[in-house]
């Protein structure tokens, strides 16, 4: 039996024929896709983390000045806030991204002793803290990170606290973070009086009014008494805080310039491999082929250069994800988890990449003339 | 063998060239200066001339490769069109034969031979044994699945007759079919084009400046400076 020729085997044989030259611009679009998977896909469990840590405490509403990644409000307008009549419980809270060692930098959280986030932690060991002393609790990630235990003195930012107790939390927001008194916070971090937001707990929604109603009314009430303050529903906190926002800013802007790149390979290796097959296509049209069959073509290996760059791209952005995942220095605020959704878009765009990188090609290819492309040398 | 299937009713010339006028460069050179000619079905023709005469600009007008800057080209009395007509004509009516070969190296000469049924969206197990079975017709059977640099310049040519035949054109057209080859691979190629021409009743068209090979034809078209001569 001889062998069959079919259409795609035909457009393999001509990817592979310059193999260097086709796994070189795999290993573009590889990296491309590779770096959206991860880049993105981190900055999205980052912000699920954040959601999560809100709704595993309860928190329905943050209150903020307009930029919560500098944001200093004065801790005397919790009064005002608790005076809200749909508030429940009001809590002022700092929190900042510290260096704990040269290789290990943690979510620090300043809480009250009786903040009712702390009651959504699991202890594993020890105790929780008291105000007004230099005691820490870790979150169960970092402390094997740093190998500490109650009772241990963990040094932060020139102060000697010690390890009180040991916590699960549910998010990696949470187990790699340090929770300490807020008056200690402030006193670190030369925040005397300030906080950087109140996290509030509403009481319950009256009978007949929907929750998302309920929630967008007491924002309003809380914004009438504090004026100059933002009260954000949890989740939008979670999507538009500035880490969140700058995470998915850096994600989207890197992964554009890596997608960029890998499109430039395509597009250059189809421009390469259509210029060096001038003749043959003029044999292909002489043979009858019509432009559209050279069209698609062209289109068909710039696809598949796509899709199997996507697919290795997926592999390594997901593998990735699961090293910064397991890095002390990252481990805190990403999670290996990349949503099927996520990768189906990854693939998508993969592919998509490919179908723009080969149309100039393509359409160049389909209106050679063909005695002008079977005399060209 | 079978006879072209394609044939039709019609009685006139197969092809027929009117007033064929190719110009280049913006009209400052004339390869064609108003050729009329007509081949009929069947018939083997040589079309000679020296040169740079437009022998070959006229195979690849009668052949819908190129298209006339005045005059038409006609296929059993109806205008060739343009864009996917000619495509359609390239690929259903016409099997080119080129003096280079003019095989994909990529591809072994089985699959050669598929390439241009590829144009005509054939099923994938009727490509393969027509291929198989016209590499064997042409002495090819141990040599199918070898490349063309693999292949000797004779067997090479025999791989771009049987690609020519693969879609049962009714018309061959060869352009210097045995400039790249020695005298015993010319006539061992000229002989298998005559065989197919007669057996199969194809139409048949070569152009050559060797007198020898022009001499089995039984008609020429002499062509000097882009007219037909005498």
């Known amino acids: 039996m001889a062998a069959q020729l079919s259409f795609a085997g035909f457009a393999w044989k001509n990817l592979w024929r310059r193999r260097l030259r086709t796994l070189l611009t795999l290993g573009g679009i590889t990296m491309g896709i590779g770096a959206f998977v991860a880049l993105v896909g981190f900055s999205r469990a980052f912000e699920q983390e954040w959601l999560r840590l809100y709704t595993n405490a309860g928190t329905d509403i943050a209150v903020v000045e307009t930029n919560f990644l500098n944001t200093s409000l004065n801790q005397s307008l919790e009064a005002r806030i608790r005076a809200v009549p749909e508030v429940e419980r009001c809590m002022p809270m700092i929190f900042n991204l510290v260096d704990l060692t040269p290789d290990v930098n943690a979510l620090v959280y300043g809480w009250q002793a009786n903040s009712y986030e702390l009651d959504s932690l699991t202890y594993l060991a020890g105790r929780r803290f008291q105000d007004g002393k230099p005691e820490v609790i870790l979150g169960n990630l970092l402390a094997d990170d740093l190998k500490k235990t109650p009772g241990d003195t963990l040094p932060i930012q020139g102060t000697a606290f010690t390890v009180v107790g040991i916590f699960h939390g549910g998010t990696a927001l949470e187990d790699g973070a340090v929770v300490m008194p807020l008056d200690e916070m402030q006193a670190i971090s030369s925040m005397e009086g300030k906080v950087t937001a109140f996290h509030v707990k509403l009481r319950p929604a009256p009978s007949g009014e929907s929750y998302d109603a309920y929630v967008k009314r007491a924002e309003k009430a809380i914004e009438a008494a504090v004026p100059g303050v933002h009260a954000d529903p949890a989740a939008d906190r979670a999507a538009n805080n500035g880490l969140v926002t700058l995470a998915h800013s850096v994600a989207w802007g890197t992964s554009a310039i890596a997608l960029l790149i890998g499109i430039l390979g395509i597009a250059n290796t189809m421009a390469m491999s259509v210029f060096e097959r001038t003749r043959e296509i003029g044999i292909l049209r002489a043979l009858g082929w019509k432009g559209g069959q050279v069209i698609l073509l062209i289109l068909t290996e710039a696809t598949a250069l796509g899709l199997v760059g996507g697919l290795l791209g997926i592999a390594a952005g997901w593998g990735g994800l699961r090293l910064l995942a397991a890095l002390p220095q990252t481990a805190s605020v990403a999670s290996a988890s990349v949503s099927p959704l996520h990768l189906v878009e990854s693939l998508l765009i993969a592919i998509a990449s490919g179908v723009f990188a080969g149309a100039y090609p393509a359409w160049r290819g389909a209106h050679l003339s063909p005695v002008e492309a079977l005399r060209y040398e | ?230």
């Open chain 2, 1 to 230: 063998m079978s006879s072209p299937a394609k044939d039709s009713a019609f009685k006139g010339p197969i092809l027929e060239a009117r007033n064929l006028i190719k110009t280049y460069d913006d009209g400052r050179v004339q390869a064609l200066r108003g050729v009329d000619a007509e081949i009929q079905a069947g018939e083997y023709v040589a079309i000679t001339g020296p040169s740079g005469s437009g022998k070959s600009t006229l195979l690849h007008m009668l052949g819908g490769l190129d298209t006339p800057s005045e005059g038409k080209v006609l296929f059993r009395g109806a205008p060739l069109g343009s864009g996917a007509d000619l495509d359609r004509f390239r690929s259903q009516q016409v099997g080119f034969i080129f003096q280079a070969f003019h095989l994909l190296p990529t591809l072994r000469a089985v699959e050669n031979v598929q390439v241009a049924m590829l144009a005509l969206r054939q099923s994938g197990n009727h490509r393969a044994e027509r291929a198989a079975a016209l590499l064997e017709e042409m002495g090819l059977k141990e040599r199918m699945n070898h490349y063309p640099s693999q292949l000797s310049a004779g067997e090479r040519q025999r791989v771009a007759i049987a690609r020519a035949l693969a879609n049962d054109p009714a018309i061959l057209l060869a352009d210097e079919p045995t400039g790249n080859l020695d005298s015993v691979n010319s006539a061992h190629i000229m002989q298998i084009l005559r065989g197919i021409q007669q057996q199969r009743g194809m139409t048949l068209a070569i152009v050559t400046h060797e007198l020898d090979i022009a001499a089995s034809a039984p008609r020429h078209i002499r062509i000097r400076d882009g007219r037909i001569e005498g």
